[in-house]
């Protein structure tokens, strides 16, 4: 999964969170961030390399079904 495709799906997810009136306060943090550093207007809290990371090891549990 690229970085582009999380910070996709995050929207996506903060987007429904809203409509339901729910909140999400760490997704809509790293979206804010995202945002705030493609503007250069501040430090990635988490770099690419290590979002990608996270995400592989999130599918491959997926894929196991948790196992």
């Not at 910070?7 to 961030?33: A, F, H, P, W």
């Not at 493609?38 to 599918?59: H, R, Y």
Request: aromatic share 6%; with cysteine; charged share 25%.
């Amino acid at each position: 999964m690229s970085i582009i495709s999380l910070m996709y799906t995050l929207i996506i997810k903060i987007c429904l969170l809203e409509r339901l009136g729910e909140e999400d306060d760490y997704s809509l943090s790293q979206v804010k961030n995202f945002v705030e550093a493609c503007k250069g207007n501040t430090e990635l809290v988490v770099e690419p390399e290590e979002a990608i990371q996270v995400s592989v090891i999130i599918d491959k549990i997926y894929r196991t079904g948790g196992n």
